[in-house]
């Protein structure tokens, strides 16, 4: 009883954050967003209303498309915003360097001047605004349309992974894939590089080309291990969300894993066969209640993103500075007191996520963290701000952030 009613919880929990189970109210969630300018969500929503009913896909695609035309209204807008607001900004510069005749005339141009720059703030901040109302995954990517096709492009509208889907969605915040399907309406996970994966979405569709699964929300509880780990060819492995509470042991067997996404279960423990999964770059455990993690995982040796938010960790262990090639390090939402001085050997890290812990201060050791680009203290108040300013000037390069008291 105990295990159907804590299976129950997660499913609740999954459907809330999936938020509607009907055709119906998966496009009117669309409607409702693309009228209050969330266009990522709009989009998520239609792309789910399709899930529902696959029938209607015409229906979805004409609501998909009505979005792409506003996004593509308000880009124009934006960009014509910024030349204008440079446009003003050069007159008033032009006229400074012309007007030489008297200080009369000197002092109207710097008022203009001043005036000039004012309007140019505004209009720079307004489309801003407007860039910022599109979806940027890490800045840098945003869903596009064009010619009957889906690609990727910049905030400059440059199209960094070309117009040749006929379906995708937007970049996943956990795992950083995209789903996309070919002209030939084939499945593939592809990743920010644009490189592709073919992909299933149940166990039964793997087969010997298949390198990408993603059974988030599957809640697998009628398969055996066998099923799913006997193909060790698989190179992306998502399985969020699925009310696990044990990782099976033959998750050793998949050696040809790059990227493991479990993030939304229960687990409270992990094997010690994950050491075998040496190809690994990716993992991601967030939302599970380990507490602790096996020596394991710190023998993935070419891990470069490690995600361990919200795992309800007291301490980390000084093998964590084994993880040499690491890049990413998620460590929000635990019960931290203290880092370990060997978070100072991590001497590829470029992020640090420690929001919302219980430190008090950090080790001397991390001003040895040259390449570090992002700190993220919020929630972490007893940290001096003598301590974050001498941070500042050992670590120039890096954006601390912390919230004000």
């Not at 529902?52 to 979805?60: G, I, M, S």
């Not at 039964?204 to 988030?216: C, F, G, P, Q």
């Not at 993935?300 to 084994?322: A, C, F, M, V, Y």
Request: charged share 25%; with cysteine; proline share 2%.
């Amino acid at each position: 009883m105990k295990q159907f009613l804590s299976f129950l919880l997660y499913i609740l929990i999954f459907v809330a954050a999936r938020g509607q189970s009907t055709y119906a109210e998966a496009m009117r969630d669309g409607d409702d967003a693309f009228k209050n300018q969330e266009y990522k969500k709009a989009i998520n929503k239609y792309f789910a209303a399709e899930a529902f009913d696959p029938a209607k896909k015409d229906e979805v695609k004409t609501r998909v498309n009505k979005v792409f035309d506003k996004i593509e209204k308000l880009r124009g807008e934006a960009i014509d915003l910024k030349n204008e607001a440079y446009k003003q900004k050069q007159t008033a510069v032009n006229a400074l360097i012309d007007v030489k005749q008297s200080k009369i005339a000197a002092d109207s141009a710097k008022d203009k001047a001043l005036t000039s720059d004012s309007i140019t703030k505004a209009a720079l901040s307004k489309s801003q605004k407007l860039i910022d109302a599109f979806y940027f995954y890490e800045g840098r990517f945003a869903l596009a349309y064009k010619h009957n096709r889906y690609g990727f492009i910049n905030k400059q509208g440059d199209a960094i992974i070309g117009y040749q889907y006929t379906k995708a969605e937007q970049f996943n915040e956990y795992n950083g894939f995209a789903r996309v399907k070919n002209y030939y309406w084939t499945d593939f996970l592809i990743d920010t590089f644009g490189n592709e994966y073919k992909a299933a979405y149940d166990i039964k569709d793997i087969d010997s080309s298949t390198r990408a699964v993603d059974l988030s929300g599957k809640f697998l509880t009628g398969y055996s291990p066998e099923d799913l780990f006997k193909y060790q060819h698989l190179k992306i492995l998502i399985w969020q969300f699925n009310a696990l509470d044990k990782l099976p042991r033959e998750i050793g067997q998949l050696t040809n894993l790059k990227s493991l996404d479990l993030s939304g279960n229960a687990l409270r423990n992990l094997p010690v066969e994950i050491s075998s999964l040496q190809k690994l770059t990716f993992l991601n455990l967030e939302g599970s209640p380990l507490k602790s993690l096996p020596r394991q995982v710190y023998e993935l040796r070419n891990l470069q993103t490690l995600n361990l938010s919200n795992i309800k960790l007291d301490s980390l262990p000084k093998e964590i500075g084994e993880l040499k090639n690491l890049k990413s390090l998620n460590l929000a939402s635990n019960n931290l007191r203290s880092l370990p001085a060997e978070t100072g050997d991590l001497e590829n890290l470029e992020s640090l996520n420690l929001y919302y812990n219980q430190l008090t201060s950090l080790p001397k050791e991390i001003s040895k963290l040259k390449k570090m680009r992002y700190l993220l203290l919020t929630g972490n108040n007893s940290i001096s701000q003598a301590e974050i300013n001498n941070l500042k000037v050992l670590l120039p390069d890096c954006k601390i952030i912390r919230e004000a008291k």
